[in-house]
T-cell receptor
Framework: AQTVTQSQPEMSVQEAETVTLSCTYDTSENNYYLFWYKQPPSRQMILVIRQEAYKQQNATENRFSVNFQKAAKSFSLKISDSQLGDTAMYFCAFMNPRTSGTYKYIFGTGTRLKVLA | GAVVSQHPSRVICKSGTSVKIECRSLDFQATTMFWYRQFPKKSLMLMATSNEGSKATYEQGVEKDKFLINHASLTLSTLTVTSAHPEDSSFYIC???????????FGPGTRLTVL
């Protein structure tokens, strides 16, 4: 069974600093998608970044970037120049349409990030 | 683009009554919609996957007779909590996906409180 592990329940970072959130997953598949979502106090889930497993290049979106290590099954999120608005719960998600038949996600347990002023 | 709405955002009901939650994709056609439940400070728990025009696929342990899902069109799915009880109180979130890339776009959630 595919699993997603986020080993850091809580983290904090000073404003303007850089922080890395870890995510590992377990799968025997070769093609799949990985996502990071942010859930701020409003509880609206917001897509942060998406990575396709067949692409070796790490995805980036402005201050957010990932370190995708396929062999190690690791998908960490780096937030540069942290801002107070980055304070949120961050969820890592895995999706493989071939085995699920749909676009069902497997979510990690989340990391609560607090950006300190 | 890719906006998903949910209605209502909050609902309080008496034990034994039924509550309907609507999920709409506003600017795209979603072949698949998902319903999640989230407990405080926990991850999202998938309840069911809903495809337009067909029966929903429920996750193990989710009572299909209690959580009725209807996906009548490519832009609307509804979740009805039947004969609600206090233990059904939770935060319910829907999402919708496009075929390409499998990205799910989430609604803002509905907080259900059953008295």
């Amino acid at each position: 069974a595919q699993t997603v592990t986020q080993s850091q329940p809580e983290m904090s970072v000073q404003e303007a600093e850089t922080v890395t959130l870890s995510c590992t997953y377990d799968t025997s598949e070769n093609n799949y998608y990985l996502f990071w979502y942010k859930q701020p106090p409003s509880r609206q889930m917001i897509l942060v970044i998406r990575q396709e497993a067949y692409k070796q290049q790490n995805a980036t979106e402005n201050r957010f970037s990932v370190n995708f290590q396929k062999a190690a099954k690791s998908f960490s999120l780096k937030i540069s120049d942290s801002q107070l608005g980055d304070t949120a719960m961050y969820f890592c998600a895995f999706m493989n349409p071939r085995t699920s038949g749909t676009y069902k996600y497997i979510f990690g347990t989340g990391t609560r990030l607090k950006v300190l002023a | 683009g890719a906006v998903v709405s949910q209605h209502p955002s909050r609902v309080i009901c008496k034990s034994g009554t039924s509550v309907k939650i609507e999920c709409r994709s506003l600017d795209f056609q979603a072949t698949t919609m998902f319903w999640y439940r989230q407990f405080p400070k926990k991850s999202l728990m998938l309840m069911a996957t809903s495809n337009e025009g067909s029966k929903a696929t429920y996750e193990q342990g989710v009572e299909k007779d209690k959580f009725l899902i209807n996906h009548a069109s490519l832009t609307l799915s509804t979740l009805t909590v039947t004969s609600a009880h206090p233990e059904d109180s939770s935060f319910y979130i829907c999402s919708a996906s496009l075929i390409a890339g499998g990205v799910q776009f989430f609604g803002p959630g509905t907080r259900l409180t059953v008295l």
